[in-house]
């Protein structure tokens, strides 16, 4: 008799591996959010950077880089900023009818021509700032963190600020394109941690040109002097180490 013969298939079999930061990670926006939160609240956030999915929507990226790069060209005329937005705006717009309204090809458009059409119902209250101090785009420095008690907290601004000779570095600006308006408590804490990351770099700033731009809201915020907001960080920052591998 004839012995049998097994024929052997090699399979590839795709399996899912849940992503896990094995060490306290946060963004500015979820760090910010989570000081001031109720419990349940502060539980899904830390699920969430703890367990974070493979997607992660950037949709106003586009506007973002324009104005950031548009900002460091330094234009006298204030208007050429706001009325190269405006044409750009509608070309993002144009661009993302050809695309489904359900894929980040047209929300990235989309979105972010909404954001450029914000900033120019902005323009009276960004002049000041223009005129007053020279930009530069920090889009690069994305991997910018503090390290707070093992924990590490996102601190990219999106733009250095300079004094009106553009000399020596005295601020910062970060935008916020969410349609969720920004509570003070969320911009007193983003702020604070952008300087407090600056100025571990030595750099000393001005208060008064350190700024959070709320584009939705239409509203700008600068650094303040909230002497609890050192205390309220540390205090966070310890829960969430605690706290980080419980969950």
Known sequence: MKGHEHNIIDEDIEVKVKKVVEDPKLSLKMFSQYIGAKENRKQRILLGCKYPGDYIPKFYEMAR???????SAGFEDHDLYFDEFKRQAKILRDEAKGYPV???????????????????????????????HVLE??????????????????AMADMLISDNFGIAQEGFLKFNFTGKVLSKHEADT????????????GIVLNPKSCFLVDVYARRIYTLSGSKDMAENVDTATLEIRKNWDLI
């Open 137 to 154: 785009s920090n889009l690069s420095k994305r991997r910018d963190a503090i390290h707070k008690n093992g924990v590490r907290i996102g």
């Open 190 to 201: 983003m702020l604070y941690v952008l300087a407090e990351f600056f100025q571990k770099k």
């Open 65 to 71: 880089k324009l104005i950031c790069n548009l900002f």
């Open 102 to 132: 359900n894929k980040d090809s047209y929300k990235n458009r989309a979105y972010s021509a909404n954001g450029l059409d914000e900033i120019c119902a902005m323009a009276t209250l960004l002049s000041p700032i223009l005129d007053s």
